[in-house]
C-alpha cells in the first residue's frame, strides 16, 4: 500500500509519498540518533513546562533536520494530498536506533508559517504504524457496537470515566451505537464480556500506561509496553496495578471475534522526563 511519510528500515529511512521516494535514503547514524534523543527529551520537558515559543523552535528544527538539504519535507507537505496524513511506518519489531526515531515529536513538525496542526488547509495528522497494513474487512450494515472500560488501579490518578461515556453518547447519539460498559476494569473479565456478547466491533480502553515497563524486582529486565489494569481486587499480589501487554488489551480468543478497532488512551503513570523508551509525550 502507499503511504505519505516516513518509511523507516534497515537503520535508515525515506520520505515517501504514494509509491514514490522524495529523496535520496538516509541512513540513522551515531549522530543523527544523538540529535533524535535530544529532540525528544526537549519536548518532554516542554510537556512539563509548557512554553509556546520553545515547542514552535522545537518543531522547526525537527522539520529542517527531516527536510535535509534536498527539501524532501517542504516537498512532501506542498505536494500530498489533503488531509496530510503522516504515517510514520517502521518494522514490526524496531531497532533502538529505529525506535528513536518513530518517538520524535512529530506532533509539533512546524514550517517557516507556524506548526502544521494549526494550518487548516494543511489539515496535518501524524499516526505512527508498526509493520505493513492490511486491507480490513468490510463494514456490515449494523449500527455500531462499542464496549468500554475504565481501568484506574488504586494508588494512580482516577479517572474520569463518566465523562467519557457521556462524550461518547453525545458524539453519535444514544440511538446510533449499542454501547456495552464494563465496570470492572479487569481486562480478563473483559475478554469474557466480549465472548458472550459475540464480538463487538469497537472497543475504547481508559486507563493509565507506560511505554517502557519493568518489574521492580527485575530492573534489568527488557523494557516493554503496558497498560496499567486492574484485576479483581484491584491491584496484583504484590500490591502494584497489573501491567497488561498492549497487544492483548481484553480480547477475545477467537479470531472470528477480535474488534475491528481497539482505542487505549492510556495516561502516563510516571513524572520525569521521558528518555529512552518512551514515545513523546508518553501517550
Request: aromatic share 6%.
Amino acid at each position: 500500500m502507499g503511504q505519505t511519510g516516513l518509511a523507516i528500515g534497515d537503520d535508515a529511512f525515506e520520505v515517501v509519498e504514494g509509491t514514490t521516494a522524495l529523496g535520496a535514503r538516509r541512513f540513522l547514524d551515531a549522530d543523527a540518533l544523538a540529535q533524535l534523543e535530544q529532540f525528544g527529551l526537549r519536548y518532554a520537558a516542554l510537556l512539563h513546562r509548557p512554553d509556546a515559543a520553545g515547542l514552535l523552535t522545537l518543531g522547526r528544527e525537527l522539520y529542517g533536520w527531516l527536510d535535509g538539504a534536498d527539501g524532501q519535507l517542504g516537498r512532501l507537505v506542498n505536494e500530498a494530498p489533503r488531509p496530510l496524513i503522516f504515517e510514520v511506518r517502521g518494522p514490526r519489531t524496531p531497532s533502538p536506533t529505529e525506535w528513536a526515531l518513530l518517538r520524535a515529536p512529530f506532533e509539533v513538525l512546524a514550517n517557516a508559517q507556524g506548526f502544521l496542526a494549526q494550518d487548516a488547509l494543511v489539515q496535518f495528522c501524524p499516526v505512527r504504524r508498526l509493520g505493513q497494513p492490511t486491507r480490513p474487512p468490510a463494514l456490515d450494515t449494523f449500527r455500531l457496537g462499542l464496549a468500554f472500560m475504565a481501568s484506574a488501579p488504586r494508588g494512580h490518578r482516577a479517572l474520569d470515566y463518566e465523562a467519557e461515556e457521556s462524550a461518547i453518547l453525545r458524539a453519535v447519539g444514544a440511538r446510533q451505537v449499542d454501547l456495552l460498559v464494563e465496570e470492572s476494569g479487569d481486562p480478563e473479565q473483559l475478554g469474557q464480556r466480549l465472548a458472550d456478547v459475540g464480538a463487538m466491533p469497537a472497543v475504547h480502553l481508559s486507563c493509565h500506561g507506560l511505554n517502557a515497563w519493568r518489574p521492580r524486582d527485575q530492573p534489568e529486565a527488557t523494557a516493554r509496553p503496558v497498560l496499567l489494569m486492574e484485576d479483581a481486587q484491584a491491584v496484583d499480589a504484590a500490591g502494584h496495578a497489573r501491567p497488561e501487554g498492549v497487544s492483548r488489551q481484553g480480547a477475545p480468543t477467537d479470531p472470528g471475534g477480535l474488534p475491528r478497532d481497539v482505542r487505549g488512551p492510556a495516561a502516563c503513570a510516571a513524572g520525569g522526563a521521558a528518555g529512552a523508551g518512551r514515545i513523546a509525550g508518553d501517550r
